[in-house]
């Protein structure tokens, strides 16, 4: 393999994943099936913040604290200060779950700059059944309280087949509630969403119907609110690149301090994962053999070696390559040139036939930890 | 295009403009997205930290830069795009 010069890439961006632990049970979490027994093995505050700074060093600016549910954390508010202190720009990615008008205070003046809060559902019952909690009204009075404390608020709203057909009325209340930006996001096919894959996939006729309802809302209201549709890749003839290409601009850090060039790496068996504890962030993102061996084109086997599209998707998403296909070296089976496109077509065809029952065959499979159990002892 | 020199503005407060080390040069940050800026575009952007109009801008960057000979039009030109990316906002008198 030819040498590639790691000093070129800055990775930009910093995903602080600060605890696996969630009091939400969403069936499409992108956290690993394999869930910690306990938190003890979390990365320490004198950890993180040693992290950041090595972080800060390599030129990462912006930095997402996530999960799980971050608000699980006591340290957060003194993770957010030393970590605008060192020049972050600061977002919160959370289910709102934990939230309350002090600690929006207390982050504030801590230095966020941005909260983004997730809803499950358009309405108090679909966002019950979907996030396994009966959250929506205190959903509603934390993005009021963002809003009053003057912090800028993003919406995220996870799509699939059985909340879909509420964009519309996600997109009314998310102006209602005077939401800066509204992220409409088809649920990508990893961790939970993989294993939920059939009782979770859209219908193409479903999806089509969601995006024609956001540019039909974004015709009517030509206000501040940015709204942006992320569809289901399964859909797209063309994979969609890593993360801007891998190794080359964003870094994960996972509670227990693995570093991940994404945050659904963990999926590729065959791969070690560096970790802070062993070494430093800037060791491990120039010379890692994680981070070096999908950097470029140059690994790539056909028929992406000779494509002439491949640097703009660059074969696609490792991780949906090894997990529909075994190899992490293959062509993302989304794009139409790959021999193995098939198994993205029957995944669609497999959901389908599963589709459209009032009680579907199989119950969807929440996140928590009896269920992590129960897939361990099945996998093992 | 009406000219619009006379209305102060300033850098956007929820956003973050700093100088990087390892990117050698400026980045300006905002919600879940940055810009790099090129020399001029942080030459401007940083005299926009305090409310700031368009006449006081081009007049200082005129008094600090001379031989630029087309500096007014490309000021104004770069307002209108930092603008319309919210980069900086109208302040209220």
Known sequence: ?380 | MTDQSADPFRLNPDYRLQYEEAQECHVLLYPEGLVKLSETAAEILKRCGEPITGAELIAGLQQDYPEADSLPDDVREFLQVARQQDWIVAVEV
């Open chain 1, 1 to 380: 393999m030819a040498h590639i010069d790691s000093n070129h890439y800055i990775p930009m961006w910093l995903l602080a994943e600060l605890t696996y632990a969630c009091p939400l049970q969403c069936p499409y979490c992108s956290n690993p099936l394999q869930l910690p027994a306990s938190r003890k093995d979390e990365l320490s505050t004198e950890e993180w913040i040693r992290v950041m700074r090595q972080a800060r060093k390599l030129g990462a600016v912006q930095l997402g604290f996530s999960g799980g549910e971050p608000l699980v954390r006591r340290d957060l508010g003194e993770l957010i200060a030393a970590a605008d202190e060192m020049g972050f720009y600061c977002n919160l990615i959370t289910s709102a779950i934990g939230l309350n008008a002090d600690k929006i205070t207390q982050f504030k003046q801590a230095g966020i700059k941005h909260i983004q809060i997730s809803f499950q559902g358009s309405d108090r019952e679909t966002n019950a059944r979907f996030g396994g909690s009966d959250s929506f009204d205190h959903k509603m009075a934390m993005t009021r309280e963002v809003i009053r404390q003057d912090i800028p608020l993003g919406l995220n709203f996870v799509l699939h087949r059985h909340n879909i057909h509420q964009v519309t009325d996600f997109l009314n209340l998310a102006e209602e509630l005077g939401a800066e930006f509204v992220e409409l996001a088809n649920t990508q096919y990893y961790a939970w969403a993989l294993h939920n894959r059939d009782q979770l996939l859209p219908s193409a006729a479903q999806l089509q119907e969601a995006e024609a309802a956001t540019n039909r809302f974004r015709q009517r209201h030509q206000g501040n609110m940015r709204a942006l549709f992320v569809a289901p890749d399964y859909y797209e003839s063309r994979p969609k690149k890593c993360s801007n290409g891998w190794g080359t601009t964003f870094i994960t850090v996972t509670p227990e301090g693995d570093v991940l060039p994404c945050q659904s790496a963990r999926v590729i068996e065959a791969l070690e994962f560096p970790n802070v504890r062993e070494g430093s962030l800037e060791d491990i993102w120039r010379h890692a053999d994680l981070f070096q061996r999908f950097r470029g084109t140059d690994w790539m086997q056909e028929p992406c070696a000779s494509c002439p599209e491949k640097e703009i998707d660059l074969g696609g998403c490792r991780c949906q390559a090894y997990l529909l296909t075994g190899d992490a070296y293959a062509t993302d089976p989304v794009c139409e040139l790959s021999p193995q496109h098939d198994r993205v077509s029957s995944a669609i065809e497999s959901a389908q036939s599963q589709a459209g029952t009032e009680q579907e065959a199989v119950p969807l499979m929440f996140r928590n930890t009896a269920n992590a159990r129960k897939l361990a002892a099945t996998q093992n």
